[in-house]
């Protein structure tokens, strides 16, 4: 594989350097915000069922349905320690999925 003219394959500190480099970007672009929109993902079929009823019991106003299967977009303060425990994954909100265009 060759990328900007080297061979990654040949350049393995490069490729770790821009496996390293990917993955910090999308955690910055996931990482969800202390206050505002978020996207509620569920990892387990109980937390699908459950989803809803947790994130209002939390404060959180239920905003649509998110863009993944069974997920939910809401409006609340930080949830992402109070729900992991439940098999929810808390990420930033889509735009797109929040009324506003991306």
Excluded: F, N, Y
């Excluded at 425990?85 to 265009?101: D, N, V």
């Amino acid at each position: 594989m060759r990328l900007l003219g080297l061979s990654v394959v040949r350049q393995p500190i490069l490729a770790m350097q821009l496996a390293i480099a990917a993955a910090a970007l999308a955690i910055i672009a996931l990482a969800p915000p202390a206050r505002g929109p978020m996207l509620l993902v569920p990892v387990t079929p109980a937390a699908a069922t459950e989803l809803a009823a947790l994130a209002v019991a939390s404060g959180s106003r239920l905003i649509a349905q998110g863009p993944l299967p069974g997920s939910l977009i809401v409006d609340g303060d930080a949830l992402a320690g109070a729900l992991i425990g439940h098999g929810i994954l808390t990420l930033a909100a889509p735009r797109s999925g929040c009324g506003e265009k991306a």
